[in-house]
């Protein structure tokens, strides 16, 4: 089973230019020690989906590939074959996989073989306090004229 918090967070960072800010205000909370676990995490990045999962299941924490209005509005990973499945394991082992616009990455139901999806995948803690901050910035776009 995967830890119910962790202590790691892994995205890659040289997209941030594009991240909603909401999305930036959470990782601040991280890296900062100012999270609901009140202590800084560190970030490690391989840039392979199934290591980053594979440490994120053994040692908790998440996994993030959110959408960046600059390259990558829907996404970068595709949801069919590699978000839904890695969200299947961790889901299996007490985790959460979230999408970050709908709610449960295992949810979505793919339009197209290829289609893409942003993902926040990792400990159910973790992960839940992400999507604090996501849906507050869902409820003030609903809620603009």
């Known amino acids: 089973t ?5 202590n790691v ?6 997209n941030s230019e594009g991240w909603s800010p ?25 840039g392979s989906m199934v290591g980053d999962i594979h440490r994120t299941l053994m040692y908790g924490g998440i996994f993030c590939y959110p959408s960046d209005s600059m390259l ?5 990973l595709q949801l069919l074959y590699k978000t839904a499945p890695m969200a299947f ?18 949810a979505v139901q ?7 999806s942003p993902c926040f995948i990792g400990s159910p803690e973790d992960v839940a306090e992400l999507e604090t901050y996501l849906t507050k910035g869902l409820e003030q776009v609903s809620s603009s004229p």
């Open 110 to 116: 793919p339009e197209r073989v290829h289609q893409k």
């Open 9 to 14: 967070y892994s995205c890659n960072e040289a």
């Open 22 to 46: 909401e999305f930036k205000e959470y990782l601040r909370g991280l890296k900062m020690g100012t999270s609901q676990a009140n202590k800084p995490y560190a970030h490690r990045y391989v």
């Open 2 to 6: 995967i830890p119910p918090r962790g």
């Open 89 to 106: 394991v961790v889901s299996q082992a007490g985790g959460k996989a979230i999408d970050g616009e709908t709610g449960d990455l295992l």
């Open 72 to 76: 990558h509005p829907r996404g970068n």
